[in-house]
């Protein structure tokens, strides 16, 4: 049973603590300084059975529906000897302490006896040497009182009470110290620093002195040991989830103090695990998560039981299949001699552009500036939008925020100097001595580091002045002031740039950085700031011919737009494709990254034919692009490829970018060997970058190539956020190039080798076509070798380019182009002739489907009316899909007429191939035809944020859900290991998923992976596909939802009736109804026979029943 114990630090709390205990509860205990709301939450929350209390207690803790004891008012019937509590066992409840929560309520332990017993018994054996007289200065609430009270007594000692009063006043505080004898006292590090600078009497009676709570600084540590060297100095680290104390560390002396905060060795019965963010144990000096376990573990949060399965999990490094350990959310490492450094709190930290950030850090080089006595640096977040590091100080006077920006811009990186300066002339603390962070007051004007206010002149400098201020939370800015100086960080300045895109002033990010304040940043905007990153770039507007678009390489960096264009033929226009600008999220796959560049070139030339040509990586985006354009029966006059190899044959693959590999750091040092290879070819500097690889921590390896002179010339003076940034955009294409399945398309490759690349009698046939052989026949091929290097034919030898491209542009303009396969393509089949003509239905598959769908449709309508399919293309592998709704809409349209089909047609679309059939409607209403009814099978909304469609999807991605669908239809398991699949190469992957086929039975034995080429092809199109119809459609619709499975009842009907509430936006005539069977089942016996007699009497049929 739980009993509150709500009394100030006296006798009569001792005495209730031990008879709570004795009698076999567990307490709760209720700190009187606490609000009144804390102490009504608390109590409502641990519900006890009973609470005790003094007289001048009972006013905080308002009406109580539970008996209420005095702890000063005289015992009736007081037994002579202790409760004898029979079925009392180590696993009962010891007490509860309440713990600031992230929810904004304090959240409950609950400590056990064993727990309990075990850290006083190794309190008693490893700790104590004698009885003490200790200090009782902890408040009640805190699991420090435990020690305090529980281990004197079982010592033998004695306890001297101090009140708050004489806690709070460090005079009264130190005297009595010394008056009283205290010998054994446990305070936090900022209370002992406040003891150690209050120059107080000497503590001589001082034997033992415990820090806890807080990080106990190495300079601390020596200050302490320095003025009280008879004092045991232990550091205690732990918390109220592990009982109280986990490890401790002993100091040997003022001079052998650590150069780091030491937190020791664990203490008995428990077990320290550091943890990287896999589970795994981190070897000796590298970082990770302290995990606790062993007796020591609480049970965990009082009716909280999610938090307490994040925060108390299962130790797999117990021999018992019950032990759990408590992850702390404190960082720390082991060092060779078994002991721990303490690195501070993950949770304190903030990782910016892959940079962690260590307040402590911060505060020592602060601390460290002339008229600075103590800092504290902390991440604020007030309402603007990011987070900023804010540092607070105390010292006999304010000092300029400038004066200390720069005296920290001088020794961190930009990443770590704070925004803000706040002077406190002394720190607040609680009520326990810690210090109080809620109390540290947000920062004013003053703070930040400004220049003279010089108010804006122009429109344009009030507008950037009136957007800073609302995005970086300052009052007023002027026109001379620094927007990182201010507090921006590079998430802010991304934010910034589309802010300003809004109020039609349009900056780079580059030039933001450039040019940082209001004023330089305005003229900037003024004079040439009308295009965005998502434009393209204008190289050469003039030429009578069609333009020529040049896709950027894999860096992102867009120099070779120029260098080339200047030598291409003058009456073509050229313009380039940018990259997303670094800072700004990237995208990472070549899907997206194409579609993005598509919208950029159609802005400039609306429709076709078009010409592409791309440098290396920008030749496979330039290949995508290409069949996006096909995908919407866009015309592709020219694609050329600059040296472009086919992914496949781009060395490192998936592996290469996977994010446990740290592929920044090897993209580093790789971006510094190709210099030093080429210009200082055997030297020492490759054997130094190779000697680096084993370097974990980016902002180290960089330091170190910076300091052994490792860095290419062009990366030398690159900032290191800004380097990050360089090298995340060099991520992301790279590991959208190694998840990208390359498919077959119509066009002809013009393949622009390096000569020195080539030497065709010393090349096999698939790298003199760069591996594009694999995909494509010969016949598609023409290979055209120019002079250079894969990287000096852009450079020294673009003339040449040029003019080969130029030469390739002519003789393509000048051939009539053959027609595509796909211009012609045919979709409708018919699936039943029908016995009457006057209507006809139209059937539209769902992704990666056919036609052969609907046969059981077919049957069970009964062949009145003819049924037709439309057959969707690429399906059989070598034509590209349809690459919008609208386009696959309009060929399907056309198909109807070309196909004589009876004008009274029913549309029905089976989940996909509902929004074409939809589509389908809207353009023949458009036409003035009539549509004589729509039916949905299963079918997402159109732009829901919910389902499958419409999303960005990875090649493996594509894969994973295709087996999922597969599986569904089938109604069991392929036995396809998702690990195995999502961590093969794409031969692999392709091979997993058709034996896993072949083995249901689903295809031939004989049948090799490639016959799934155009079920994937067409699945992934689909996936890929975002459709918003442009108008809203004004006929009847029905729509019949189907079960998921994998879902309860209840949530079944929550998702369909978001589903008919989003499609009711679209088509506001829907009326919804509940079919049997699931998505794929639908349209299978027995169930098909219940929808086709819906459909024919639109009226509820046996598991076909209207949604409400």
Known sequence: ??????????????????????????????????????????????????????????????????????????????????????????????????????????????????????????????????????????????????????????????????????????????????????????????????????????????????????????????????????????????????????????YAGPGHVPAHSVIGRPIANTQIYILDAYGAPVPIGVPGEIHVGGACVARGYLHRPGLTAERFVADPFHGDGRARMYRTGDLGCWQADGNIVYLGRNDHQVKLRGFRIEPGEIEARLAGCEGVREAVVLIRDDGVGEPRLVAYYSGPAALPAQALRAQLQAALPAYMVPAAYVYLERMPLTSSGKLNRHALPQPTAGAYAQHSYEAPRSGIETRLASIWQALLGVETIGRHDDFFALGGNSLQAVRLIGLLAKADCRVTLTQLLQHPNIASLAAVAERDGMRTRDQAVPVRTTGSQRPLFLVHEITGLDGYFTQLGAWIDADIPVYGLPAVGWGEPQLRTIEGLAKRLKAAMRAVQPHGPYRLAGWSFGGVLAYEIAIQLIGEDEEVEFLGLLDTRHPALVSGGKPKWAAENRPHHAQLLELCLAYWQQHSPGGPESAKLAGLAGVEDFSALLERCRAQALLAPDLADVTEPDLWHVLDRIVA??????????????????????????????????????????????????????????????????????????????????????????????????????????????????????????????????????????????????????????????????????????????????????????????????????????????????????????????????????????????????????????????????????????????????????????????????????????????????????????????????????????????????????????????????????????WEGLRAEEGVQPVT
């Open 733 to 1094: 294409h790279g590991d959208a190039q190694a998840n990208y399945t390359v498919f077959p398309m119509p066009l002809k490759l013009h393949l622009f080798v390096a000569a020195h690349e080539q030497r065709d009698d010393e090349r096999p046939p698939h790298k003199r076509w760069l591996g594009w052989n694999a995909i494509l026949p010969d016949t598609q091929l023409q290979r055209i070798v120019v002079p250079g290097t894969h990287q000096s034919m852009v450079l020294e030898h673009a003339q040449a380019l040029g003019e080969a491209l130029s030469a390739a542009l002519h003789a393509a303009a000048g051939q009539p182009q053959p027609a595509l396969q796909e211009a012609h393509y045919t979709p409708l089949l018919t699936i039943d002739a029908g016995s009457h003509r006057r209507e006809s239905i139209v059937c539209i598959p769902g992704a990666g489907d056919g036609v052969v769908r609907f046969m059981h449709l077919a049957e069970a309508l009964g062949g009145a009316r003819p049924l037709y399919g439309m057959q969707p293309r690429g399906v059989d592998g070598w034509r590209v899909p349809h690459g919008t709704v609208e386009a696959a809409a309009a060929a399907y349209v056309r198909a109807l007429d070309a196909g004589q089909v009876a004008r009274g047609i029913h549309l029905i679309g089976h989940s996909f191939g509902g929004w074409v059939a939809l589509e389908m409607a809207l353009q023949l209403q458009a036409a003035g035809r009539a549509v004589a009814s729509l039916t949905l099978l299963d079918c997402e909304a159109p732009g829901s944020e919910a389902g499958w469609l419409g999303r960005t999807y990875t090649a493996t991605q594509v894969l994973a859900k295709f087996v999922e669908a597969v599986e569904l239809a089938l109604g069991r398991s392929l036995g396809i290991d998702p690990a195995r699949l999502h961590a093969a190469d794409e031969a692999e992957q392709w091979r997993l998923i058709h034996a896993g086929m072949v083995g249901a039975g689903l295809i031939p034995r004989r049948s090799q992976p490639g016959m799934l080429r155009g079920p994937i092809r067409t699945f992934g199109a689909a996936l890929r596909t975002p459709y918003r119809p442009g108008r809203l459609y004004t006929g009847p619709v029905r729509l019949v939802l189907a079960d998921d499975p994998a879902l309860s009842r209840e949530a079944n009907e929550r998702e369909q009736c978001r589903t008919v509430s989003e499609l009711r936006g679209w088509a506001p005539d829907l009326v919804a109804w509940r079919g049997p069977g699931n998505h794929f089942s639908l349209l299978t016996p027995p169930y098909v026979q219940q929808v086709a007699a819906w």
């Open 1 to 250: 049973a739980r009993v509150g114990l709500c009394a100030e630090r006296s006798v009569e709390l001792v005495v209730g603590l031990l008879g709570i205990l004795k009698a076999g509860g567990g307490y709760v205990p209720l700190d009187p300084s606490y609000p009144q709301d804390r102490l009504t939450y608390m109590l409502e929350d641990s519900a006890p059975v009973a609470v005790l209390m003094q007289s001048n207690t009972r006013e905080p803790l308002g009406a109580l529906s539970v008996p209420v004891l005095d702890l000063a008012s005289p015992l009736e019937g007081e037994a002579e000897h202790d409760p004898q509590v029979k079925a009392l066992k180590p696993h009962h409840l010891a007490y509860v302490i309440y713990t600031s929560g992230s929810t904004g309520q304090p959240k409950g332990v609950e400590a056990t006896i064993a727990g309990l017993a075990n850290r006083l018994q190794w309190f008693l054996r490893d700790v104590l040497t004698e009885a003490p007289v200790t200090a009782l200065k902890t408040s009640i609430g805190f699991v420090d009182a435990v020690t305090e009270t529980l281990g004197t007594l079982l010592a033998g000692g004695s306890l001297v009470v101090f009140d708050n009063a004489a806690v709070k006043d460090l005079s009264v505080f130190a005297r009595r110290l010394r008056q009283t004898g205290v010998s054994h006292l446990v305070v936090v590090p900022s209370l002992l620093k406040y003891l150690l600078q209050s120059g107080e009497p000497r503590l001589d009676g001082l034997r033992t002195l415990v820090c806890s709570g807080e990080r106990l600084a190495p300079e601390l540590a020596r200050q302490c040991l320095a003025a009280y060297p008879q004092v045991r100095l232990l550091n205690f680290y732990g918390s109220s989830e592990v009982n109280g104390d986990a490890t401790f560390y002993r």
